[in-house]
């Protein structure tokens, strides 16, 4: 059973900038990625990558943005630049644990994070 967990939440400056992490033991997933939710609202899409680099697909809130990469088999980042009140959220790892699928399937992902809060003031 694949687990996940998610590192460098904290809270920034409109225009700053962080970096989070999540590591994935317990088995190598196909893609990886993040959702978020934000306060009051549903989880939501951010971007997966697939287990070699190849595929990624962005939300297009996040696009220009975000970088994620897959930095290990059981390791991807997340470098979010110019960040913006509406990032505020919990941001979740998510893997693909069963099955190949391309990044932007978000359906194939079935392990999560416990999640790491983003705060960004205005």
């Known amino acids: 059973q694949v687990q996940l967990l998610e590192s460098g939440g904290g809270l920034v400056q409109a225009g700053g900038s962080l970096r989070l992490s999540c590591v994935a033991s317990?088995?190598?997933?196909?893609?990886m990625g993040w959702f978020r939710r934000p306060p009051g609202k549903e989880r939501e899409y951010v971007v997966g990558?697939?287990?070699?680099?190849?595929?990624i697909y962005y939300s297009d809130s996040v696009k220009g943005r975000f970088t994620i990469s897959r930095d290990a088999d059981n390791t991807i980042s997340l470098e979010m630049k110019k960040l913006e009140p509406e990032d505020t959220a919990v941001y979740y790892c998510?893997?693909?644990?069963?099955?190949?699928?391309?990044?932007?399937?978000?359906?194939?992902?079935?392990?999560w994070g416990q999640g790491t809060q983003v705060t960004v003031s205005s």
């Open positions: 998510t893997a693909a644990t069963r099955f190949y699928s391309t990044a932007s399937q978000v359906n194939a992902y079935d392990a």
């Open positions: 317990g088995g190598t997933p196909f893609n």
């Open positions: 990558i697939s287990r070699g680099g190849g595929s």
